[in-house]
């Protein structure tokens, strides 16, 4: 030890101490040994602030108030991830669709949430959770923040009802967009933008009233969580009408063949994929609406039927068509999604993955029974994902939950599916009588970029199209024509 850098008395100190204080005393510096009675004084100052601000907190110091901010956060929090499927579904339907209806696409896809917002502010919520009769609310419209009652028992009562609106909004903007994957490609824009808002201030809100506000389906005992038939069968069924009454694209069927229309970009289709993937764990955790413990249950049993969805697909088409096909991948996954979410909170995982296993491999025959049988156009399967799948969802609740009767399920599956087909079909009638449905020929063979949007999704970027009006030979897959880019 160096004896000039420390007094003598010190060094005495030192020499008498102990090994093991000598050690610690040649490991710091004095300014840092003084640092410890500093560091305890903190400790012990912020210890008696932080018990007093709970003392002092009505939140931090009531665990029933705390319960309802965390709830409350976690609903948000749910909310914002069903807000964000919005993008999942835009690129989704986009990288399926031609690129020359690219930006009609993503149009679609962004001001319907904003259409459904509105709609449901001024009118569907007040359908849906307003107090009234078992068969629709009464009360509630043009919703204020406060002061609206609804009768759904399940929803904990203290949270403010804002976030009950924002995550119920979220579900309504859900059922629309999946209409605008089976009318892509040549539905003029106002017709669509007409309908969406019909079926989230209407349709939608009345079905939903029946069972999520205490109506009179769940008086008989039907059940779906977080709603493969309240939200995606009621989509599907609207996508399904909608489609058949507006007809096929320009080519899908010609001289007795089923001609295929590929899709422009197989990246933003998985890019959308992913983002549902992940959107969907605020769509069925969420659907718990409370922070607690069954919620990672539901999480898992979500994950693992979109896992089996997305094997059972990929192999099926492999095996029926000869190659793994990307686009039934990518179905597969959102089948199992749709099929787990009326089950995710009462089946256990096993019962999660058959229900996954078994959606994705009929979504890869639907998509070839709609489109070569029925003979109605789909560019994205969005009835095979969205209603066949959401109709298995629902049954498979009273197959793997013994406390839900299969009857019941039945049930609400034909008279949700009965008012949605008769109301959307009156309402795409009217549609069509008055402000048309489908854009004209020359502008489906132009796009609809042009068209409905006077603008390009690629300008700039050299097309298929461009390639082919040079005289220079063509790649493009089966059925295509050079009028479909």
Request: with cysteine; aromatic share 12%.
């Amino acid at each position: 030890m160096n004896y000039q850098k420390i007094s003598k008395t010190q060094a005495d100190r030192v020499i008498k101490a102990p090994s093991w204080l000598r050690s610690i005393f040649k490991s710091f510096s004095p300014t840092w040994l003084a640092c410890i009675p500093l560091t305890a004084v903190i400790v012990i100052v912020w210890n008696t602030a932080a018990q007093a601000q709970i003392y002092d907190d009505p939140v931090a110091a009531n665990p029933e108030q705390l319960q309802i901010v965390l709830d409350s956060i976690f609903l948000m929090f749910c909310s914002v991830l069903v807000i964000f499927m919005n993008a999942g579904f835009g690129m989704l339907e986009t990288g399926f669709c031609r690129q020359k209806n690219a930006v009609n696409i993503l149009s679609k896809n962004l001001i319907v949430f904003a259409i459904a917002t509105i709609a449901y502010w001024a009118i569907g919520y007040g359908l849906m959770y307003g107090e009234g009769t078992p068969w629709i609310g009464t009360q509630g419209f043009f919703f204020s923040g406060d002061g609206v009652p609804y009768g759904d028992g399940n929803f904990p009562d203290a949270v403010p009802p804002s976030i009950s609106f924002l995550f119920q909004v979220a579900f309504a903007a859900t059922a629309a967009t999946i209409v605008s994957g089976a009318v892509a490609e040549r539905i003029k824009y106002d017709a669509f933008l007409v309908f969406s808002f019909l079926l989230v201030a209407i349709s939608y809100p009345i079905t939903g009233h029946w069972l999520w506000d205490g109506g009179w389906l769940a008086d008989q005992g039907f059940t779906d969580f977080a709603g493969s038939t309240i939200v995606h069968s009621v989509g599907g069924w609207a996508a399904l009408v909608g489609a058949a009454i507006l007809g096929p694209r320009l080519g899908k069927y010609s001289d007795g063949r089923v001609n295929a229309l590929p899709g422009h970009n197989m990246g933003f289709a998985t890019l959308g994929c992913l983002i549902l993937w992940i959107g969907w764990f605020g769509f069925n955790p969420g659907s718990e609406l409370a922070a607690d413990a069954n919620v990672p249950h539901i999480a898992v049993t979500t994950n693992l039927a979109a896992a089996a969805g997305a094997i059972t697909a990929t192999f099926t088409s492999w095996i029926k068509d000869g190659k793994p096909d990307l686009s039934m991948t990518i179905n597969g996954i959102l089948a199992g999604l749709v099929g787990i979410t009326a089950g995710c909170a009462n089946v256990n995982m096993l019962s999660a993955v058959i229900i996954g296993a078994i959606a994705g491999i009929l979504v890869v025959f639907s998509v070839s029974f709609i489109d070569s049988v029925l003979k109605i156009d789909d560019p994205v399967g969005a009835t095979s994902v969205h209603l066949v799948c959401g109709i298995w969802g629902t049954l498979a609740v009273g197959i793997f939950d013994p406390e839900v009767s299969i009857g019941a399920q039945i049930l609400g599956i034909l008279s949700i599916g009965a008012f949605t087909v008769i109301f959307s079909a009156i309402a795409w009638f009217l549609i069509k009588a008055t402000i048309g449905m489908r854009v004209s020929e020359s502008e489906e063979i132009q796009g609809l970029d042009i068209g409905e949007h006077g603008m390009e999704a690629y300008s700039g970027f050299v097309k298929e199209a461009d390639i082919i009006g040079a005289g220079v030979p063509s790649s493009m897959g089966s059925g295509a024509t050079g009028s479909d880019y």
